[in-house]
């Protein structure tokens, strides 16, 4: 048995998060398991999302300081390799090269900024089709505090992805445009319609807490029915009782609703009666890459 370590830094629009992971090889199986995840609240896209789409000086500070802190825990940890990236709000930053030179020249942390496209590749990385029925479709859908992802499988194979600038921030920020709203609901009833019954799986920091929230067991999925009642339970809260009784992190508190109701209109549109949530994310998906790399390096393998 061979213990690998990796690290992935994911730089999203309502937080950024660390995540080191474990890859046990044992003879010709390998295994994922998640050593540890440190999560900060730096809302860039409260910035990027609003008026002149800059991020200030604060928070690139703030983002500078995380990162510092994380490439130090990961020099602690001696990881393998590790990737930086960042999505929607660094993405649409008019600013954003700046802030990379920054960081870098501070920290040495070469942070990626990837686009929609790649996002959802990183999300296909999770090997999802271990998790699926060979025969089903599946409509896996990662929302974001600036973006949402969704890729269909059918019969385990990536069929069709597309990438919108809604998120829980820009919800908050209202910064949505109806014509966005518009194109993924066109996108999910036309491509629905080949491909049904679909069923969704569910990925972000906020379907993973209605999903604990539950009470159901890990692998066990939500019902329509009882996602739409723990919505209306969980909205009958003020945010200050959210963090108070619910346990809420305050920067998840007031963006768990209009997460909740992204996922509600979308299992709507494309009449899914029940989610998956398997707790995996972008983080995870760059641990998968980066092994994948390293393997190939070393045995010339296929990547896996």
């Not at 540890?36 to 999302?49: S, Y």
């Not at 194979?157 to 445009?177: C, D, H, P, Y």
């Not at 679909?198 to 379907?207: F, K, R």
């Not at 995870?284 to 393997?295: A, E, F, K, N, T």
């Amino acid at each position: 048995m061979e213990l690998l370590k990796f690290a992935a830094i994911d730089i999203g629009s309502n937080a950024i998060r660390l995540l080191f992971m474990n890859v046990i090889e044992e003879e010709e199986d390998v295994f994922f398991k998640k050593s540890q995840l440190i999560r900060m609240p730096v809302r860039l896209g409260e910035d990027a999302f609003y008026n002149e789409r800059i991020i200030s000086r604060h928070k690139a500070e703030k983002l500078m300081q995380t990162i510092s802190a994380f490439s130090h825990l990961i020099n602690v940890q001696e990881v393998i390799s590790y990737r930086a990236c960042a999505t929607s709000a660094m993405r649409e930053a008019a600013n954003s090269d700046e802030i990379v030179n920054y960081i870098k020249d501070q920290t040495g942390v070469v942070i990626e900024v990837i686009d929609g496209q790649e996002e959802a590749e990183l999300v296909y990385s999770n090997r999802i089709v271990e998790m699926i029925n060979t025969e089903k479709s599946y409509l896996y859908v990662d929302v974001g505090g600036g973006s949402t992802e969704i890729t269909l499988f059918d019969k385990k194979k990536a069929i069709a992805s597309g990438s919108f600038n809604i998120g829980t921030v820009r919800f908050l920020k209202e910064e949505i445009s109806n014509d966005e709203l518009l194109r993924m609901e066109d996108f999910l009833t036309k491509l629905t319609e080949r491909y049904r019954p679909v069923e969704l799986i569910g990925s972000g920091g906020n379907i993973n807490k209605v999903f604990k929230l539950s009470g159901n067991k890990e692998g066990v999925p939500l019902s329509l029915k009882k996602l739409k009642s723990l919505c209306s339970y969980i909205d009958s809260f003020t945010i200050d009782e959210r963090i108070s009784k619910l346990g809420l992190n305050p920067d998840r508190a007031d963006v768990i609703i209009p997460a909740t109701r992204l996922f509600l209109n979308i299992m709507k549109w494309t009449r899914a009666g029940r989610i998956l949530v398997p707790k995996i994310g972008v983080s995870d998906g760059i641990v998968h890459q980066l092994y994948s790399i390293y393997r190939h390096e070393r045995t010339g393998a296929d990547n896996v």
